[in-house]
């Protein structure tokens, strides 16, 4: 990989209810209005050569991907490491429930009802940023979800993973070049060895 091209996947059924999804066999697609954020997600990027494009298991960003690949010949691929983090008790519920819990609570902390902590997720996610990296494809959109990029986007700018983060726009493209994502994920990566919010 020589450039991300890095973006939220378009506005989905529950997202526009404020509800939690962290179970990619639960149906969340998009609403009219994120399937006009994916397409216009593809307008911006018209001039760019693409060389794939990843998504996570979720429809949400695979629909995402499609709509805005619309038209081109673009290999895809799915990588499940780049999944939205598992809500455990919060899957469905209003997203204040869960925002609360996690404000609160460590990052090896348990989530319950099964959920996955924010330590495990942060190794996740760097697993599948890892296999993003090490593609032999030169320009790379990945389209994925807020928690993951914005932990990718914070490490850009040399913070490590903390209980309360800045939302990330949907369907917008942030360019990131090879040696800035992977100073970004050797920092997550780092973090993931003694796992702690500061």
């Known amino acids: 990989m020589e450039l991300a091209i890095l973006a ?32 216009r997600l593809g ?14 298991r979720f429809s949400r960003t695979r629909e995402t991907l499609e709509l805005a690949l619309a ?4 290999p895809t691929l799915v990588l499940p490491d780049l999944d939205e ?8 519920a209003p997203a204040e429930g869960y925002l609360e ?10 989530v319950p009802g099964g959920g996955e902590t924010r330590a495990d997720a942060v190794r996740r996610l760097a697993r599948g940023f890892r296999a993003i ?5 030169a ?18 700018d040399g913070r490590d993973p903390e209980p309360r983060l ?23 990566e780092r973090w993931c060895l003694r796992p702690e919010f500061a």
């Open 133 to 137: 990296l090490s593609r032999p494809e």
């Open 8 to 39: 939220r996947h378009g506005e989905s059924a529950l997202g526009a209810r404020g509800l939690m999804n962290g179970d990619p066999t639960v149906p969340n697609g998009m609403t009219p209005a994120g399937e006009a954020q994916a397409r």
């Open 71 to 74: 038209g081109r010949d673009v």
């Open 166 to 188: 800045d939302g990330v726009p949907l369907a917008e493209p942030i360019t990131v070049g090879a040696a800035d994502f992977e100073s970004a994920l050797e920092r997550l």
């Open 101 to 110: 819990w996690a404000w609160s609570n460590g990052p090896q902390e348990p």
């Open 43 to 56: 307008e911006a990027l018209s001039d760019v050569p693409l060389d794939l494009g990843v998504t996570s």
């Open 85 to 92: 983090i598992r809500f455990g008790s919060w899957e469905g």
């Open 139 to 156: 320009t790379i959109l990945v389209v994925g979800h807020g928690l993951a990029l914005r932990y990718l986007l914070n490490a850009v």
